[in-house]
């Protein structure tokens, strides 16, 4: 099996998996405060028999994302596994987010906090709901990427950003920030 069919195996995979409930229980922050390093891990499943994980965003071939501000391509953007989307997790790997774009019949951010047990699913609208609570929470593919803090990547009309305060995840000018705090709402 070559590479490229073993990360196209994967990809299917993750995009077959459910994330959890999507019943929306609205924002659950006080406020967006510095993402607690040293937290515990997400949860990492298996890949599937003879893969090799994921490609890392920083020698991942170049896709042509649009930044969402100026209408242009972005290239201060780190690039997605594919041009439709991929997986990243924050430095401290407690948050870990999936950006789909019409891959496998999909076309969502989907981000969750390992501790507490939380996530957010956005639409391209920038619309999103919450889940609180470990049934919310999906597992990262083995060898899910590490978004620098300060660095943004995405595809499509989704945009997300790796802070010390949380990742911000925006499209259409709205979106979300997820951090060991909460989920609470931005515009861009």
Do not use: W
Not at 53 to 75: D, E, I, R
Not at 91 to 107: F, H, K, M, W
């Amino acid at each position: 099996m070559t590479a490229s069919l073993s990360l196209a195996a994967l990809l299917l995979v993750l995009a077959a998996c459910s994330h959890g409930s999507t019943a929306a229980s609205g924002p659950t922050t006080t406020g967006a405060t510095a993402e607690t390093t040293g937290a515990t891990a997400a949860p990492t499943g298996a890949a599937p028999a003879g893969s090799t994980g994921a490609t890392p965003a920083a020698s991942a071939p170049s896709t042509a994302v649009v930044n969402p501000t100026t209408g242009v391509p972005g290239s201060d953007l780190v690039p997605m596994q594919t041009p439709q989307g991929g997986e990243f997790a924050s430095p401290s790997g407690n948050i870990t987010c999936e950006v789909d774009y019409q891959r496998a019949g999909l076309t969502e951010v989907y981000c969750q906090t390992g501790t507490p047990p939380r996530s957010a699913t956005m639409s391209t609208t920038g619309t999103y709901t919450t889940c609180t609570g470990e049934q919310c929470l999906g597992n990262a593919g083995e060898g899910t990427p590490t978004l620098a803090y300060g660095k943004a990547t995405g595809v499509g009309p989704f945009r997300c950003e790796s802070a010390t305060t949380g990742v911000t995840c925006t499209a259409s000018g709205k979106g979300f920030r997820i951090s060991t705090s909460g989920i609470v709402a931005v515009s861009s």
